[in-house]
T-cell receptor, first 109, second 113 residues
Framework: KNEVEQSPQNLTAQEGEFITINCSYS?????LHWLQQHPGGGIVSLFM???GKKKHGRLIATINIQEKHSSLHITASHPRDSAVYICAVRWGGSEKLVFGKGMKLTVNP | DSGVTQTPKHLITATGQRVTLRCSPR?????VYWYQQSLDQGLQFLIQYYNGEERAKGNILERFSAQQFPDLHSELNLSSLELGDSALYFCASSVWGGDDTQYFGPGTRLTVL
């Protein structure tokens, strides 16, 4: 069983929809990262969270430490948001990131 | 463009061979990370270097080794290659480490035939 679970694994949406991507982890963490991998393979770091909520443009990331759960929300989705979204966690005392398997998002025009 | 460069972009080789992947971090970044991404395993952390010293080790096979040079570029050496080593290999860099933002290179796609 993976220590980091993402759901759903795939999601298809229509342009303009509000999208939520979920990530759950098994034990307490030091920090959680959200990454975006474009269809061409390039990876971009979106957010790092240790508590609360962060916003950047149309993206909002939240984390609930007690429930060991994080969500990435995309408002007013656009076809250019089509990508794989990957959650990764770091436990205290370790530099190692452990990754979820990612969620493939397709936004249709 | 993240500022992290990786060469080569593609590499095709045979089982049993040895290859070297190269990574140049962003200017000013002291930490370099190596990751492997395969279809069945997803992204996996291999190893991290900070200012020339190994800082953390993940699921790196004994056939694999890495180093970071005084100019901070890094190389990942893969030897006795097996079919299962076929994957995308990413390098990332950050200023210090920890939860600094990591900037990913474009990756090297390794195909072992």
């Amino acid at each position: 069983k993976n220590e980091v679970e993402q759901s759903p694994q795939n999601l298809t949406a229509q342009e303009g929809e509000f999208i939520t991507i979920n990530c759950s982890y098994s034990v307490g963490i030091s920090a959680l990262h959200w990454l975006q991998q474009h269809p061409g393979g390039g990876i971009v770091s979106l957010f790092m969270l240790s508590s609360g909520k962060k916003k950047h443009g149309r993206l909002i990331a939240t984390i609930n430490i007690q429930e060991k759960h994080s969500s990435l929300h995309i408002t007013a989705s656009h076809p250019r948001d089509s990508a794989v979204y990957i959650c990764a966690v770091r436990w205290g005392g370790s530099e190692k990131l452990v990754f979820g398997k990612g969620m493939k998002l397709t936004v249709n025009p | 463009d993240s500022g992290v460069t990786q060469t080569p972009k593609h590499l095709i080789t045979a089982t049993g061979q040895r290859v070297t992947l190269r990574c140049s971090p962003r200017s000013g970044d002291l930490s370099v990370y190596w990751y492997q991404q395969s279809l069945d395993q997803g992204l996996q952390f291999l190893i991290q270097y900070y200012n020339g010293e190994e800082r953390a080790k993940g699921n790196i096979l004994e056939r694999f080794s890495a180093q970071q040079f005084p100019d901070l570029h890094s190389e990942l050496n893969l030897s006795s290659l097996e079919l299962g080593d076929s994957a995308l290999y990413f390098c990332a860099s950050s200023v210090w480490g920890g939860d600094d933002t990591q900037y990913f290179g474009p990756g090297t796609r390794l195909t072992v035939l």
